[in-house]
């Protein structure tokens, strides 16, 4: 785990990180940094296109649930008006559309993330605290095959960063 | 978007660091809240224990307690839920529509407001359901299928409202419960208690800040806020429809889903203000709730206030121009009739007194801008009684007109709801934090480091242009 004061520091060092060859590397900051899913390598497009499918769904659902009960499972005349009355059922279908993305995406947000996680290592190292507040933390994993305790410490202290290990 | 030309000291003032900033907002919560927030639960709580009683006596004794009749049917039960809806509306407002637009001004009031809007549309979702008379019924509103092998109506506006406050309070909910999510990780490391830290822990579902994490979050809390945004303007119309689809003179008129979406922004910020004022003085948070941020929610109050008093005007040209004898009938009924006080307060206070926020003295003084928006609350409810109660007074046959007299039972809820919306709220901002830390963290990083970091960045060109990173608040 190491420590960096700014996230400019941290977005330089990543790409020097990578390009010593470590893999399995994650950062943790206290608030989102521009850039720094792309420094990574782990930009996540996913989520759009969920939001769009579950829109389809959520309205032809909604409007499928209108069209069906008014027209075929209780038909209702009302002063001779149609029982398909289509832009009558355009509020519900908005809703429906916007409940479903909205629900659907909290669940696969947090799916994505593998949340809820009950406890994760990081969380350990003594510093992780300052993560959330002022420090941008870069955490290199010890199966990475290039990592090596004593090497990496040091090569991750000449990037200007405070350093410390976190047992599992 | 070029950061405000004085943005690196107006909107958080005072020499911060990240952790001195983090420290305060998170201060709220870890200290011993202000002497104030004693006396405010204990009213909040007997506020509560009264709109429980008066909705028990609802229950044993019916709708007869009420001060409802024929032809006002729809008395004070639904101008409170119109007017609580529309209080509501700041907070998606500030929390959403500001997203999409990088205003930077909303960080330090989006979770206020969102609570805010959260304790408001449940005061206003009492309302309907206890006024529907036999309410342990209430879920035959909802698309099930049951042995009567019946259907919801779903062509009426009555119908579209059940839908469109339920998605509304869920997304509400959901979205002010994203936002919490970073803050109560903070919250959980920072816990001195095993119980604190085991609490915050779970509803902080594991959050570790990760930068993949919050690549993901940010992209889906866009996509939300993008999403909130018409739903938002979609609440209040439908609510409007309810009005509108009715033939009752002074309801049946094109204009008024947009009249009451003006009308609930002017009042849900008009609410926000009232709230903000003393809070920001209580929790001594005047370094990042700054005058600049009361000035700008003034103006926004201004500009839809100034949309509500443009429909009033319109309201009476359509009336003439219709030449339809109840619509005209139906005006000077309101003129001069029995509730004409009602009216013309209504008129003072939302087209005449609201002309004071043009004047940047106005919009500077605390007390000023605190009894505006108070006022501002009190218009927007008369509105309302007019609207309701005043047309339902008299609509065709003159035979069937009869006023409305409220019951204790009516005032009853109304100020009940007031004791639970604050005990709602007290109790959230000391078990959360109001303001949004992980934001302040974020805005605090956008106004000063990269000023700083954008001089140094022209001469070596290691980083991202200053215009691309001040604005860029979505994800990276």
Redesign the interface.
């Known amino acids: 785990m190491a420590y960096f004061k ?3 520091e941290l ?2 060092a990543i790409p020097r990180v990578r390009a010593a060859g470590y893999r399995y590397l ?13 420094a ?1 390598g ?3 497009e996913r ?2 296109w969920i ?1 769009f499918s579950l829109g389809v769904v959520g309205a032809l659902v909604g409007f499928g ?2 069209a069906w ?2 027209v075929v ?2 038909p ?1 005349n ?1 002063g001779g ?1 149609p029982l398909l ?1 289509w832009p ?2 355009v ?2 279908t ?3 559309t ?2 479903t ?3 659907g ?2 669940v ?3 799916a ?2 593998n ?6 290592p ?2 350990q190292a003594p510093g ?2 300052q ?4 420090h941008f933390a870069l955490y290199l994993e010890a199966r990475d095959p290039r990592f090596d305790l004593e090497a990496t410490r040091a090569f991750l202290q000449t990037l200007g960063a405070e350093v410390e290990e976190v047992s599992r | 978007m070029q950061a405000k030309p004085t943005g690196d000291t107006t909107l958080i003032q005072g020499e911060h660091t990240y952790q001195s900033l983090a420290d305060k907002l998170v201060g709220v919560v870890e200290k011993p809240p202000p002497r104030i927030w004693w006396p405010l639960v204990l009213l909040g709580g007997l506020g509560t224990a009264f709109l429980l009683y008066a909705i028990l006596v609802t229950f044993l004794q019916g709708l007869g307690t009420w001060g409802i009749n024929i032809p006002v049917a729809w008395g004070f039960d639904i101008v409170h839920f119109v007017w609580w809806i529309g209080i509501g509306h700041a907070g998606t407002l500030i929390s959403a529509i500001l997203v999409l637009m990088r205003q930077d001004w909303r960080d330090s009031l989006n979770r206020l407001t969102e609570v805010m809007t959260l304790f408001a549309v449940l005061c206003a979702a009492i309302f309907p359901l206890i006024h529907m008379g036999r309410p342990q019924y209430f879920y035959w509103l909802l698309p099930y299928p049951n042995s009567l092998a019946m259907w919801p109506q779903f062509k009426s506006p009555l119908a579209w409202d059940v839908l469109a406050i339920m998605t509304y309070l869920t997304i509400s909910t959901l979205f002010l419960y994203l936002g919490l999510i970073p803050d109560l990780a903070l919250l959980r490391e920072r816990a001195k208690s095993r119980l604190a830290r085991a609490f915050y822990g779970a509803l902080s579902l594991g959050w570790t800040g990760s930068a993949t994490h919050w690549h993901r979050y940010r992209a889906a809390y866009v996509l939300l806020a993008g999403l909130a945004t018409p739903v938002v303007i979609s609440v209040h119309s439908v609510v409007s429809l309810d009005f509108a689809y009715g033939l009752v003179p002074g309801w049946h008129i094109t204009v008024f889903p947009p009249f009451f979406a003006a009308g609930a922004i002017y009042s849900g910020f008009a609410m926000a203000l009232t709230l903000i004022i003393p809070l920001r003085k209580w929790y001594r948070l005047e370094e990042v709730i700054t005058l600049r941020h009361l000035d700008w929610m003034a103006k926004v109050m201004l500009a839809s206030g100034l949309g509500v008093a443009y429909i009033y005007l319109l309201e009476l040209f359509v009336a003439w121009y219709s030449a339809e004898p109840y619509e005209l009938r139906q005006q000077a009924w309101r003129f001069n009739g029995p509730y004409a006080p009602y009216f013309w307060a209504m008129m003072l206070i939302n087209v005449g007194i609201l002309q004071l926020l043009w004047f940047p003295r106005f919009r500077h003084s605390l007390p000023w801008l605190f009894l505006i928006s108070v006022l501002a609350n009190v218009g927007m409810w008369l509105e309302r009684y007019v609207i309701v109660i005043i047309s339902l007074s008299r609509d065709f046959l003159p035979s069937s007109a009869k006023l409305f007299h409220p019951t204790w039972v009516d005032w009853g809820l109304f100020i009940g709801t007031f004791g639970f919306f604050v005990l709602g709220i007290a109790l959230f901002i000391r078990i959360f934090p109001p303001i949004a830390v992980a934001e302040m963290l974020h805005l605090l990083h956008k106004l000063r480091f990269h000023k700083e970091e954008s001089h140094a960045a022209r001469s070596d060109g290691l980083l991202q242009n200053p215009r691309g990173a001040s604005g860029g608040d979505s994800s990276g």
């Open positions: 700014t996230p400019e977005l330089e994650e950062a943790y900051t206290p608030f989102p940094v521009e850039g720094l899913a792309d990574l782990r930009r996540d989520i759009p939001a649930m209108q009960t008014q499972g209780y209702l009302i008006k009355a009558a059922y509020p519900i908005f809703e429906l916007i409940l993305i909205t629900l995406l909290f696969s947000l947090l994505l993330n949340l809820p996680l009950a406890y994760h990081v969380t992780y605290r993560a959330l507040t002022d």
